[in-house]
């Protein structure tokens, strides 16, 4: 009965979808452009998308839990601003780095308490988190505001050589690391197995004893902290604090998720689903670039469509779920007839 | 106090609000038996195994587990005593692999990570010796029957139990071989003293699988009795609640005065694994009746007619015409109307008022652009509130606001609105007041008299008795007999519930 | 007279109409001229004026939400087709005439609610992804019928629908008051009214009772799909513009909002048209007050998300609970 290596199942199929998208899209792209296929083109997906990578990451605790958490674009945008404006005031890089990831941590932690503690929906309180870390930005300054600061541009031009003339961004590594470390959670703490039981089934998860309550409050600040290392990454890559960057960034980080293979039902997925969702929206991207004649906006029209198409998957699977059992302890042959007769004792 | 007891409550009393659940409840639990506790809806077997769990707190009493005094306060400090559940609804989490689900939340862990080789090894290993089962431990739960996430749940529980294990309706979606390998696996716990408490509304497997048997009724205490000492007929007049051989009353009504044309028939109309194949005809101006404990398959074969379900296989015929596909709203079109067994689930839309819920039937058998004028609507409730005697100070009230006999009244209403052929009433007299019941079971009569087919279930055999013409007898999901005229007895159709009748049932073999 | 005010008292629109009252009477205090209206070549011009005018496009949406918030659904598309329908209309005036161009508006927001409902009714996707994918695809699409650019439009007779004026008042009061009539027609004298909120209520009861809710379903999300291209016609029209990145922008949460201060809660069931119009009176109230006062506009993202909270903690029962334990709590320790 015993099997080892990997089959396909329900659990990993759409991951699968996923990796033969990336092959194709990339496949189409080297095919179709010439200088496509080079090392520095793929390595620039990670460059260009660290900062997503870590929020989709991030999201995808939550997502698995069956919550979700909109308020990461602009809790990103927030970090910038708030990066770039203490700069601005003269206070140290590296303090500035922890006050903000210490804001990610209340802010999220926050969210959580609301959502958990008074049953609110999860949609109604990061929507208003969405609202409120936008508006502090703007309160904060409506114009964008330049980095300066020595340490953040020597960090910014932080490059990792790999094979040569090849490299990627301090982002990108910090990005990798966390997606690791995210994937380590997941599969070896008893806190990233108790996401997926609650995901499973919350009402299971209470009877078994498992602690819903102070890991549905984690699940946030976990996103809220994932937000604001994104708005680090961030702030390193733009060099500049903006009240209205990444506008709607909290869908892209949805869809990668989608994409990637968190079934927003919850309790399904692997952590590294979000980078390979990233990744297959990066290289739609870089093709759509590349092609010249197509405009910026085609992007999220592809990138619909894949959600649309993944979310029927997703869909499906639930559906077959509800059907199918491969095993019964009955004989297959002797099911059909005997089903449902009584037990006879004499 | 013995210490062959496992576990002992003593004068156990929870009251909720409007109903006395249990009062002054014993039970006991020896070591190595399997007990089993039995009783018909209401009788208070579920509220007892939630204040034994810890999931409802008691209003008082004692609970000693192995001479020790317990006041479990959650379903997690119970689990913590030793004190596990396995519930019909199998608790555990689909998503994650079988071994995860047995030890979730207390993974064994090396160098502060969760050891998955370990937790594969020791899961497979648990599945083989106690329970005698070899499945693949590493795949996700949902891709195994419910048989065997069932014997998942009792695996964890097992594991976790310290000889106290509790099974509510363990075997409602097994089939046979899965019923007699769960008890096989309940006869190999045994051996090792563990104190199994089993749930079941099966008089067959509770009779097979169980030492003892503790009876409750209307949330008291009948009896516990040794298994081979109690004989079926007895057992079923204890859950029921007549003594053997009392006067049975017999039908007080007037001669039948219905017609021989049917209104409704069905052949071999079935669905699996809620309903064997069942054959009944239904005359116009009829009242049919469907007998059987809770679980026989009454309230699913009127799912069944009304389209909630829809069959798998034989025909339903209304009016000489045959149904292919039922559905609610054909039926309500058809002529049916059904007033379901769960009211606050099923029946009353609760944030509603009196006047909205009378019209619902009404206004979706016209149509949503044929609206009914609100003059209409006022007359209609109005003439149905005097009617039914429904108490309020306004149609306008909130239906959630009245109590339960005038709730039922309410969707009673509903579907006398309709002007409805055949009326389903499925427990329509549970949980409501004296006064109420007997407005309810005049209503009947009156209705049938007028021409109105009915088809009656009640879990009240001399309310059965009183208001039907014929009585069809159900057993574990099985039409095992008819019973009309003379026969229609109270005693007699508990002897068909506990014995069968013979001739139907080699029928079906 | 009394018993009039005691049974306003106890209805669901009494607090949000305090709310608005209050707003009022901050804004006469305040600033000066606020309620004064003069007429100028026969219009009404105002402050007041600018308010129900501009309340408009946001008012049609959130009466499409709040029949889709009954039924326990949600819509988060509607800024996105209002961007499409924006985009189309200004793109077909190019070649057809106007009453065409607003029907087809119109089909298209039909089309869009279709959609939407196709996937939350026949595939049973959750309302908030289901509507996540038109969304998300939405303005994609809106700017792939502008070509990428804003278009302009010069037809008078179509910006009258958003700019004219119709006996002294803004023609777009009158579109808002015609769609709140319609929806309140359809309320009251259809039994949609009666099936949705059965249905948000008690979907199980709603089946035994032979309410069929797919098609309800499909009805409320196509509403939903023509309020929103209503809305994206007024937009485009009053700006003489169609910019699909940023016409009605955020409007879905801003409707959301309405609808929810109006007193229908998002657990679905008894829903109320007169709470979702005080509302949307009320979010377009605070922002023109903030404008007025010299505040910083900016501050309206932060007040409006301190109004979510707090309004959904109110209608929370375990905030309830906490609450009268408190109150509980102080009594004894007064005792």
Redesign the interface.
């Known amino acids: 009965m015993k099997q080892s290596g990997i089959r396909i199942n329900e659990n990993n199929i759409i991951i699968v979808a996923t990796l033969l998208l990336i092959v194709l899209l990339y496949g189409f792209g080297s095919f179709s452009f010439t200088g496509f296929f080079s090392m520095q083109v793929f390595l620039n997906l990670f460059i260009d998308n660290a900062y997503l990578i870590i929020v989709a990451t991030g999201m995808a605790f939550v997502i698995i839990t069956g919550g979700?958490d909109l308020s990461v674009a602009s809790f990103v945008a927030f970090v910038s601003m708030v990066s770039a404006s203490l700069l601005q005031h003269g206070i140290n890089a590296y303090l500035v780095i922890f006050i903000t990831l210490v804001i990610g941590i209340l802010f999220g932690a926050g969210q959580g308490y609301?959502i958990y503690?008074?049953?609110?929906?999860p949609?109604?309180?990061t929507?208003?988190?969405?609202?409120?870390a936008?508006?502090?930005c703007?309160?904060i300054n409506?114009e964008s505001i330049e980095i300066t600061d020595n340490t953040f541009i020597a960090l910014s031009d932080y490059k990792v050589y790999i094979m040569g003339e090849n490299y990627i961004s301090l982002g990108a590594v910090i990005s990798l690391l966390f997606v690791a470390g995210a994937m380590f959670v997941s599969k070896y703490t008893r806190f990233g197995r108790n996401v997926y039981a609650i995901g499973g089934n919350v009402n299971s998860a209470k009877l078994m004893g498992l602690p819903v309550a102070k890991t549905t409050i984690l699940v946030y600040t976990l996103s809220g902290f994932s937000s604001a290392l994104g708005g680090f990454v961030f702030t390193i890559y733009m060099q500049s604090g903006y009240?209205l960057h990444l506008?709607g960034m909290e869908?892209d980080a949805?869809?990668a998720c989608v994409i990637g293979g968190i079934l927003?039902?919850g309790g399904v997925g692997y952590l590294l689903g979000p980078t390979l969702g990233v990744l297959s929206m990066g290289i739609i991207q870089t093709i759509i670039m590349f092609q010249g004649t197509l405009?910026?906006?085609?992007?999220?029209?592809a990138?619909?469509?894949l959600?649309?198409l993944f979310?029927?998957l997703q869909?499906l699977i639930v559906i077959k779920r509800g059907k199918k059992k491969i095993l019964s302890l009955s004989e297959p042959t002797s099911k059909p007839e005997t089903a449902g007769q009584h037990v006879t004792i004499s | 106090m013995n210490s062959e007891y496992m576990l002992k409550a003593e004068n156990i009393s929870k009251a909720f609000p409007g109903v006395k659940a249990l009062s002054d409840v014993d039970f006991c639990l020896r070591k190595g038996e399997i007990h089993s506790l039995m009783g018909e809806n209401g009788a208070g077997k579920s509220t007892l195994i939630k204040v034994l769990t810890g999931i409802c707190e008691k209003d008082q009493g004692q609970i000693f587990l192995e001479n020790q005094l317990i006041n479990p306060g959650t379903a997690e400090e119970a689990q913590r005593l030793g004190i596990s559940t396995v519930y019909q609804e199998v608790n555990l989490c689909e998503n994650l692999s079988v071994a995860e689900n047995i030890f979730i939340g207390r993974e064994p862990k090396k160098k502060g990570k969760i050891d998955w080789k370990e937790m594969y090894q020791k899961a497979d290993q648990l599945l083989k010796e106690s329970l005698n089962i070899d499945i693949d431990v590493k795949q996700t739960l949902s891709s195994y029957s419910t048989a065997i996430q069932q014997m998942v749940a009792i695996a964890r529980a097992v594991d976790i139990s310290s000889g106290v294990l509790i099974l509510d309706e363990p075997t409602s979606s097994l089939d046979n071989n899965e019923v007699k390998k769960l008890f096989e696996v309940m006869r190999n716990l045994k051996s090792k003293g563990m104190g199994i408490i089993f749930v079941s509304h099966f008089l067959d497997q509770v009779f097979e699988i169980s030492d003892r048997i503790t009876v409750l009724r209307n949330g008291q205490l009948i009896g516990e009795y040794q298994t081979n000492q109690l004989s079926r007929t007895d057992l079923v007049s204890k859950m029921i609640g007549k003594e053997w051989g009392e006067s049975s009353n017999t039908r007080k009504k007037n001669a039948p005065k219905f017609g021989e044309r049917s209104f409704l028939r069905t052949n071999r109309l079935e669905k699996k694994g809620s309903i064997n194949p069942i054959d009944l005809t239904i005359k116009k101006g009829e009242v049919l009746g469907l007998a059987g404990l809770l679980g026989s398959g009454r309230t699913e074969t009127a799912k069944l007619l009304?389209g909630?379900d829809s069959s798998d296989e034989g025909v339903l015929v209304i009016d000489n015409n045959e149904i292919k596909s039922m559905n609610?709203?054909l039926?309500?079109e058809k002529g049916l109307g059904?007033c379901?067994e769960d009211r606050k689930?099923?029946?009353?839309?609760?944030?509603?008022t009196i006047r909205?819920n009378i019209?619902?039937?009404l206004?979706?058998?016209?149509?949503?652009?044929?609206?009914?004028p609100m003059k209409d609507q006022r007359v209609i409730a109005q003439k149905y509130i005097e009617l039914l005697n429904i108490k309020t100070p306004s149609m306008e009230q909130r239906i959630e606001n009245l109590s339960g006999g005038n709730q039922q009244k309410v969707i009673l209403a509903?579907w006398l609105a309709t002007n409805p052929k055949l009326l389903i009433l499925d427990e329509p007299t549970r949980g409501i007041d004296v006064g109420s019941k007997a407005e309810i079971r005049k209503l009947i009569l009156e209705l049938a008299a007028e021409g109105m087919s009915i088809l009656f279930i009640s879990a009240e055999l001399e309310e059965m008795v009183a208001c039907c013409d014929r009585v069809i007898v159900l057993r574990d999901r099985y039409q095992i007999g008819q019973l009309e005229g003379e026969q229609m007895s109270v005693s007699n159709i508990m002897e068909m519930i506990a014995e069968g009748a013979g001739v139907v049932e080699a029928g079906i073999k | 007279m009394r018993q009039a005010l005691n049974n306003f008292i106890q209805t669901k629109i009494f607090w949000p109409f305090v709310a608005l009252v209050l707003l009022l009477v901050i804004n006469f205090i305040m600033i000066p001229g606020f309620f004064q209206i003069t007429v100028k070549n026969g219009h009404l011009f105002g402050s007041l004026i600018d308010i129900l005018n501009r309340v408009v496009p946001l008012l049609v949406i959130a009466i499409g939400m709040t029949l889709v918030i009954a039924k326990e659904g949600?819509d988060i598309s509607v800024g996105s087709v209002l961007a499409i329908t924006a985009a189309a209309a200004a793109s077909l005036l190019q070649t057809t005439s106007v009453p065409i161009a607003i029907l087809l508006a119109l089909v298209i927001g039909l089309i869009c609610g279709l959609w939407n409902g196709i996937l939350i009714a026949f595939?049973?996707?959750?309302p908030?992804?289901?509507t996540?994918?038109l969304?998300?695809?939405?303005?994609?699409?809106a700017?792939?019928i502008t070509?990428?650019q804003i278009l302009t439009i010069n037809n008078d007779a179509y910006g009258y629908v958003g700019k004219g004026f119709l006996l002294g008042l803004p023609f777009a009061i009158y579109i808002g008051l015609a769609v709140f009539g319609i929806i309140l027609l359809l309320k009251k004298?259809?039994?949609?009214g009666?099936?949705l909120?059965?249905i948000g209520?008690?979907m199980?009861?709603?089946?035994?009772?032979?309410?069929?809710p797919k098609?309800i379903i499909l009805i409320v999300y196509m509403i939903s799909g023509i309020c929103a291209a209503i809305a994206g016609i007024l937009v485009s029209s009053n700006v003489s513009s169609a910019d699909?990145n940023n016409a009605g922008?955020w409007i879905e949460?801003d409707a959301?909002l309405a609808v929810v201060i109006g007193g229908t809660s998002?657990r679905g069931?008894?829903f109320f048209l007169g709470g979702t119009v005080i509302g949307a009176l009320f979010i377009q109230t605070l922002s023109t007050t903030i404008y007025s006062m010299g505040i910083?506009p900016?501050?309206?993202?932060?007040?409006?998300?301190?109004v979510?909270?707090t309004v959904?903690?109110m209608q929370?029962?375990?905030?309830r609970k906490?609450v009268k334990q408190l109150k509980w709590k102080k009594k004894v320790s007064e005792a």
């Open positions: 979700i609301l503690r008074f049953q609110l929906h949609w109604i309180v929507l208003a988190g969405m609202f409120f936008r508006g502090l703007y309160l409506t009240a506008m869908m949805i869809a927003l039902t405009s910026s906006w085609w992007t999220k029209i990138v619909g469509f959600l649309f979310i029927l869909r | 009304f909630i609610p709203r039926a309500i059904f379901p689930v099923e029946g009353i839309v609760g944030e509603l909205e019209m619902l039937a206004q979706t058998k016209k149509g949503m652009f044929n609206y009914i509903r | 949600i595939l049973e996707i959750q908030m992804i289901a996540l994918i969304m998300t695809v939405g303005r994609g699409i700017q792939l070509g990428g004298k259809t039994a949609l009666l099936f909120e059965s209520t008690n199980s009861s709603s089946k035994f009772a032979g309410v069929q098609k699909a922008l949460l959301i998002m069931g008894r910083r900016e501050i309206i993202m932060v007040v409006k998300a301190i979510v909270i959904c903690l929370s029962e375990e905030f906490l």
